[in-house]
């Protein structure tokens, strides 16, 4: 039995928990588990779902499938385990190649670029005790920019509600931010790798990006990858991604990340219109 599931990456088809279960002999004992491909897995893990010990149907439980570098990070965070070097070698690339080397860029050769990342806080129970599962599941959007980049989704997402200035359809993007202000919460907009150069800024992006699996972002498509990452295999960009993520983890819970509100971006918001008109 734990050896068939330490064969299948069993952490991308349920949820962390059901590994628990599993170890239960009462749980296991209405069911039987067949090992085989990852497919068979996958159906066999909806059928004991929709099944309660008494027999009755319930809804099936969906979540959210990520890579399997970032779904192995937070197991092993679930489990106490201390966090790995995952994706060490491919920081050191990165610091190496934009820190010592020349950097070839297309944008100005600056080094004023971050990456951040758009957090949902009401998925967040203590911040200054946030799990990584918790900071992972409240991650909607994952950028990179300068200056106030960062706080122009914000602003985007006032122009695009009804009678706004915007006359493009709603983002995906922009419906999340609305729904989070309706809800009584404020957005945070976490900065990372602060003062960094734009290309250096853009691997970090991308592999984030890669580690999430764009469908679970509301970002509308991938990052660019450029010099030495651009040779980089996909598990190379996905554990680099796991890297980042875990790093952002270590800031969010040292610093004071404020949330905005929907009425603080609008008072801005009128105070730059202010004063562009005078």
């Not at 197991?75 to 106490?80: E, F, L």
């Not at 920019?145 to 009804?162: C, D, M, T, V």
């Not at 970002?219 to 996909?234: F, I, R, V």
């Not at 554990?239 to 993520?245: E, R």
Request: hydrophobic share 35%.
């Amino acid at each position: 039995m734990d050896e068939a599931l330490a064969q299948s990456d069993f952490g991308t088809v349920c949820d962390y928990q059901l590994q628990n279960w599993l170890q239960n002999p009462g749980f296991r004992g209405f069911f039987t588990l067949k090992s085989g491909p990852i497919a068979n897995l996958s159906a066999n893990i909806r059928q004991i779902l929709q099944k309660s010990p008494e027999g009755k149907r319930g809804p099936v439980v969906r979540h959210a499938v990520f890579s399997a570098a970032l779904d192995r990070a937070i197991r092993q965070s679930v489990d106490g385990l201390p966090k790995s070097d995952v994706g060490q070698i491919q920081e050191d690339i990165i610091r190496n190649e934009f820190c010592l080397g020349p950097s070839v860029t297309r944008e100005t050769p600056d080094f004023s670029s971050y990456c951040y990342l758009l957090l949902d806080p009401s998925k967040v129970t203590n911040q200054q005790k946030c799990t990584f599962k918790e900071f992972i599941s409240a991650i909607f959007y994952v950028g990179k920019g300068k200056g106030f980049r960062s706080r122009q989704h914000l602003f985007e997402a006032i122009n695009a509600q009804p009678g706004g200035a915007s006359k493009k359809p709603i983002s995906i993007k922009q419906k999340r931010i609305q729904d989070i202000w309706k809800n009584g919460n404020g957005v945070i907009a976490l900065h990372v790798f602060n003062n960094i150069n734009p290309m250096e800024a853009l691997i970090r992006e991308a592999a984030m990006i890669d580690a999430f699996g764009l469908k679970n972002l509301t970002n509308q498509k991938g990052g660019e990858y450029s010099g030495l990452a651009k040779s980089w295999t996909l598990q190379e960009k996905t554990k680099f991604g796991v890297f980042c993520l875990q790093s952002a983890w270590g800031i969010f819970q040292h610093d004071r990340a404020r949330p905005v509100f929907e009425a603080e971006v609008i008072e801005v918001y009128k105070q730059q219109k202010f004063y562009k008109a005078h």
